[in-house]
């Protein structure tokens, strides 16, 4: 039988019996004898190993039965549940978790089969109290240190392998006195947003040299389709120390190797166009294959109330209403004076909005889903730090787009982490400052307008600003006399670049300048900010804003010349007509005061390198953004509107343009771009 089909149902299933594992374990922590608790865990392993059966994962399903044996006794009454138990409880979902990522990442579940976890387990059957932790913790490096060997070995003896396109690239290189160079960079293993760091790592070479081969292949690599290494091609004139240097600065990387390309030792494929159309066609089907299909809300569903949806079919009916809302922007440009006209077109916007609505509902997940994991984390965080620390969750039905569902997650862990370590005091210094011993973490999501919020906080120490300005100066980020005119929000923010840490000493939960500056830049990939508000002694918080959705959106269209622009509805405070006389200059650039706050001016002609339009005017247009707190004010030419718009990505070769978001077609077919308000402000 082939139970491939069902790959994607299983993996589905499995995730959802994980969590309700880790939901009951936590609650039995507090609750041992609690029968239905029991009951319910008892019932999600048998299902589990019912499961990984029917798919022959068969050391899943060994795994599973072992549990279930322990369970079984329990529910006899034959076992009574401790806090060794528990934890070994604990490591049977860590293992499971990876037996699952496995099967998502590569279709089998690898070769680990988790022996100590199992001779843990038969312990505990037979009386004996043997903690898991310590065997499995010997093993697990042992396994990562055979296979960053493997790799490293693998790498030393792997050929390159151009195309002729590529190979040209290098004889054309060394005929302009270039150096072509074969990199391979290892990230280390306990680097989580490995895509985010590797989007650091090619901004690094791109400022270095040009990039004519990635192995694996871009795509692949920002979807994190590797391991914890990867190989580029750079022409370059630099020599090998500078690109030593700057990689080797960059957080999570572990180690470079770096060599001239010798083409004598290539291996040459070549490749037609066909081949090419062909390759991208397959690329972007196991694109669309590997996409999770989980779309449904995570609170309890209603028998037979939800049903399982691709997300590639819920992309197909939200490119369909794109081109409705496209085509009704075209009707609405169309002069015409016919009363039944004007009611179809009214008829029409309606229908499209009510669509468009629809869809997005659809979309929506609870953010539920991904707060889930938390409570386990603040456990496990607590016992490996020696703290005592609770978490407060609110807001989890609050919605979100499910593309960002799926990446917002990983940055929430790094805060939470940061949160427990750097945060919180230990128990003695929290009773010394008049504290109760027992930290507290504040997580909670909340709607405001067309962003959701999600913060992340605690009652700690706060962020000691002349601890962080200090170090700033003394790792050389800032000199003594930038500090000195550095207010402390900008000393603050310092934290958010890459490499930058004030932990005095280097633990595997926090301290090797990991975590804020990936934090950062996921976020803003996603459209969103992240800013911080702390009180020394009283604790710090970290505010997310994200957009609902990164489809379609409220937009302000400008005139910059003859350009049209748009700038995002949610991000614009208010609309002002500045008199020229009002501007001032602070340091040399030019702000406003508005209301008693001063806003400094930002010339858009100048940022988008457009020639500026006649000087002589007594007055000027100034739009007023807000970055989280920050404001600016854009000066535009003049107002178009608002007008809901269709936000279409400008393509892999246009990555790197920072003050444009996307772009949008208009009702008379012209491309218009959407400015990023973030980088610009």
């Known amino acids: 039988m082939d139970v491939s089909q069902y790959l994607e149902i299983f993996i589905d299933e499995s995730k959802e019996h994980l969590q309700s594992l880790n939901t009951c374990l936590l609650a039995l922590e507090n609750k041992p004898s609690d029968k239905d608790l029991i009951n319910e865990v008892f019932r999600s392993a048998h299902t589990l190993k019912g499961m990984a059966a029917t798919m022959g994962f068969k050391r899943m399903n060994q795994l599973t039965h072992d549990m279930e044996n322990v369970?079984?006794?329990?529910?006899?009454?034959?076992?009574?549940?401790?806090?060794?138990?528990?934890?070994?409880?604990?490591?049977?979902?860590?293992?499971?978790?990876?037996?699952?990522?496995?099967?998502?990442?590569?279709?089998?579940?690898?070769?680990?089969?988790?022996?100590?976890?199992?001779?843990?387990?038969?312990a505990a059957l037979n009386g004996e109290k043997k903690p898991a932790e310590e065997t499995k913790k010997t093993e697990t490096i042992v396994s990562q240190s055979t296979k960053t060997d493997e790799i490293v070995n693998e790498r030393k003896h792997q050929a390159l392998v151009f195309t002729d396109f590529e190979r040209h690239a290098v004889v054309q290189a060394k005929k302009e006195n270039l150096k072509s160079y074969g990199i391979?960079?290892?990230?280390?293993?306990?680097?989580?947003?490995?895509?985010?760091?590797?989007?650091?790592?090619?901004?690094?070479?791109?400022?270095?040299?040009?990039?004519?081969?990635?192995?694996?292949?871009?795509?692949?690599?920002?979807?994190?389709?590797?391991?914890?290494?990867?190989?580029?091609?750079?022409?370059?004139?630099?020599?090998?120390?500078?690109?030593?240097?700057?990689?080797?600065?960059?957080?999570?990387?572990?180690?470079?190797?770096?060599?001239e390309v010798d083409l004598d030792t290539a291996m040459t494929v070549p490749v037609s166009d066909d081949d090419d159309d062909l390759r991208d066609e397959d690329d972007e089907h196991q694109k669309g294959r590997t996409k999770d299909s989980d779309s449904k809300s995570a609170n309890k569903p209603v028998t037979n109330r939800t049903v399982r949806v691709d997300i590639e079919r819920l992309d197909t009916l939200m490119n369909l209403v794109s081109e409705l809302i496209i085509i009704k922007n075209g009707l609405l440009t169309v002069e015409n004076?016919?009363?039944?006209?004007?009611?179809?077109?009214?008829?029409?916007?309606?229908?499209?909005?009510?669509?468009?609505?629809?869809?997005?509902?659809?979309?929506?997940?609870?953010?539920?889903?991904?707060?889930?994991?938390?409570?386990?984390?603040?456990?496990?965080?607590?016992?490996?730090?020696?703290?005592?620390?609770?978490?407060?969750?609110?807001?989890?039905?609050?919605?979100?787009?499910?593309?960002?569902?799926?990446?917002?997650?990983?940055?929430?862990?790094?805060?939470?982490?940061?949160?427990?370590?750097?945060?919180?005091?230990?128990?003695?210094?929290?009773?010394?400052?008049?504290?109760?011993?027992?930290?507290?973490?504040?997580?909670?999501?909340?709607?405001?307008?067309?962003?959701?919020?999600?913060?992340?906080?605690?009652?700690?120490?706060?962020?000691?600003?002349?601890?962080?300005?200090?170090?700033?100066?003394?790792?050389?980020?800032?000199?003594?006399?930038?500090?000195?005119?550095?207010?402390?929000?900008?000393?603050?923010?310092?934290?958010?670049?890459?490499?930058?840490?004030?932990?005095?000493?280097?633990?595997?939960?926090?301290?090797?300048?990991?975590?804020?500056?990936?934090?950062?830049?996921?976020?803003?990939?996603?459209?969103?900010?992240?800013?911080?508000?702390?009180?020394l002694g009283k604790g710090s918080t970290f505010i997310i804003r994200l957009p609902l959705t990164l489809a379609i959106i409220q937009a302000l269209m400008v005139q910059l010349n003859e350009e049209k622009y748009a700038i995002p509805l949610n991000s614009i405070q208010n609309i002002e007509d500045v008199k020229i006389s009002d501007i001032k200059y602070i340091q040399g650039s030019e702000v406003i005061n508005l209301r008693g706050r001063v806003i400094p001016i930002i010339r858009l002609h100048d940022k988008l390198d457009l020639k500026a339009q006649n000087e002589n005017k007594t007055s000027i247009t100034v739009v007023i953004v807000n970055k989280g707190d920050k404001l600016a004010g854009f000066v535009v030419d003049s107002l178009i509107g608002q007008q809901e718009i269709v936000i279409k990505t400008l393509g892999k070769y246009l990555t790197n343009l920072r003050m444009i978001a996307g772009a949008t077609i208009l009702g008379d077919g012209e491309v218009a771009l959407i400015l990023d308000v973030n980088s610009l402000v």
Do not use: W
């Not at 060794?84 to 680990?112: P, R, W």
């Not at 280390?188 to 989007?199: Q, Y």
């Not at 934090?519 to 800013?531: M, S």
């Open 71 to 122: 369970l079984s006794e329990i529910r006899l009454g034959n076992m009574s549940i401790d806090p060794i138990l528990l934890d070994t409880m604990f490591k049977c979902l860590d293992a499971l978790e990876q037996y699952v990522d496995s099967i998502v990442q590569t279709g089998n579940e690898g070769e680990n089969e988790y022996k100590a976890i199992i001779d843990a387990l038969n």
């Open 184 to 259: 391979t960079i290892y990230l280390s293993e306990g680097c989580v947003l490995k895509s985010a760091r590797a989007f650091i790592i090619f901004r690094t070479l791109e400022k270095l040299g040009s990039i004519i081969k990635s192995d694996p292949a871009v795509q692949d690599i920002e979807d994190e389709k590797f391991e914890f290494d990867f190989s580029v091609v750079v022409v370059s004139s630099e020599g090998e120390e500078k690109f030593l240097h700057d990689l080797g600065n960059i957080a999570e990387v572990e180690k470079v190797l770096i060599d």
């Open 337 to 535: 004076t016919n009363t039944n006209f004007s009611e179809q077109i009214e008829y029409l916007e309606r229908i499209t909005t009510n669509l468009h609505d629809a869809v997005m509902k659809v979309r929506m997940v609870p953010i539920e889903r991904v707060f889930n994991r938390f409570p386990r984390l603040i456990r496990d965080l607590s016992r490996k730090l020696n703290k005592q620390m609770v978490l407060h969750m609110s807001g989890e039905e609050t919605e979100l787009d499910r593309t960002v569902i799926d990446e917002i997650g990983d940055p929430l862990v790094h805060l939470i982490r940061n949160a427990g370590d750097h945060g919180l005091e230990t128990p003695d210094t929290r009773v010394r400052s008049g504290k109760d011993a027992t930290g507290n973490v504040y997580l909670k999501a909340y709607q405001d307008g067309n962003n959701v919020v999600i913060e992340v906080g605690e009652d700690g120490a706060g962020i000691d600003v002349a601890k962080v300005k200090n170090k700033a100066i003394n790792s050389g980020a800032i000199s003594y006399d930038q500090a000195s005119t550095m207010s402390d929000q900008e000393i603050i923010d310092l934290l958010f670049r890459p490499s930058f840490s004030t932990a005095d000493k280097i633990s595997d939960v926090s301290g090797r300048g990991v975590g804020l500056d990936v934090v950062k830049t996921k976020i803003e990939a996603l459209g969103g900010i992240i800013e911080v508000k702390t009180a």
